[in-house]
């Protein structure tokens, strides 16, 4: 009878016992990145779920990432198979407009620029020792967008989801804060003051409806390996432009989206056990992601000179912070920092296209690199 | 194949890659605008 209402007792208490310092490091953590979303208004459509999930997977005993738990139904249905990030960018393409960047094709290019970070940081990241699948990983983070890096680590360096995501999201917030004193140290003040003129709309609906086919098409026959995140990003825009499932249209920006922002969430936060999270290689890599996002800023903005040098002095060298994914706050920076050296540019729509060729640019920079992997057999 | 390798080849190939394919999506939408361009009535 004693013995058993010890082990009754022991049953209530057992949680304490086995409570360790990393349990309560990342409940502080966890409750850190619920602070951000709720009280700063950091990505809280990700950092809530993630930083409940974080709070749940650090409580002792309760197995929720053990064989039957809720969150590893979670994590193996959604972010195993790599579908939450798949569907999100259904979403996410959905509300995508590339209008801006199909009226002056040219700042595609800056696209490019803006996500050679995520290659700079995998080679910084090598010299570091992380390990090859590692380093690949953490380069994602210069995508600056939350689904390729998911869908990348989750399948290459699955136990860095966890900080690779949290990673990817909070720094997407900090645009506004470090990209302004990047353009500034890069551009001269005669540079900034460059008036683009108006951009005039003159997309026909027929390429607006083309465009995702063709992205996808030729995108993926030049980088297969990318085409799941290729085509459900350019699936999403095809259903807005062609305008003829507007239900499916709406049900991928709201609902789906919503419900799997939510899974996704709880899931990446039930990665971030102290155990594997609290270990001086995930301080190296948020390090690192932050270097990431600031090499793609200056490589744009240097290529946006290039181009300026290149169209005689057409084209004004701030549009190419733009040229990284973080849509559309970039390009509102752009136009911001713009204004205080001419208020009467009005770079905005021209950002915008940045903005654009910046999202479709890191899609196909994280395509072509694991691309890349496949041809040397590393995947 | 060494990390130094690696490295290399994912930065070369990886930019170049971005980049070129960048170049040839912008030059189809280019080509795309010609053959379909945009009319007044047809927004209307």
Redesign the interface.
Known sequence: MLEAIGSGFYGLTSGFTHLHWSNLVMMAVGCLLLYLGVKKGFEPLLLVPIGFGCILVNVPLAGLMEKEGFLRILYDAGILTELFPLLIFVGIGSMCDFGPLMENPKIFLLGAPGNFGIFLVLALALALDFTKLEAVSIGTIGACDGPPAVYVASRLAPHLLGPITVAAYSYMCLVPLFQPTIMKLLTSKKERMIDMGVVRKTVSKTTKILFPLVVTVIGGIIAPAGLPLLGTIMLGNFMKECGVVSRLTKASENEIANIVTLLLGISVGATMDGKVFLTAQTLMLFGLGFLAICLDTACGVLFAKLMRVLTGGKVNPLIGAAGISAFPMSARVVQKEGQKYNKKNYLLMHAMGANAGGQVGSVIAVAVMLSVLKGMGVI | ?D?WT??????V???L???V??????????A??KL????NE??G
């Open positions: 194949m990390n690696f490295g290399i080849t994912m930065v190939v990886g930019m890659g971005t980049f394919s960048l170049l040839v999506l912008g030059l189809v939408i280019s795309l605008k379909f361009p945009y009319k047809e927004e």
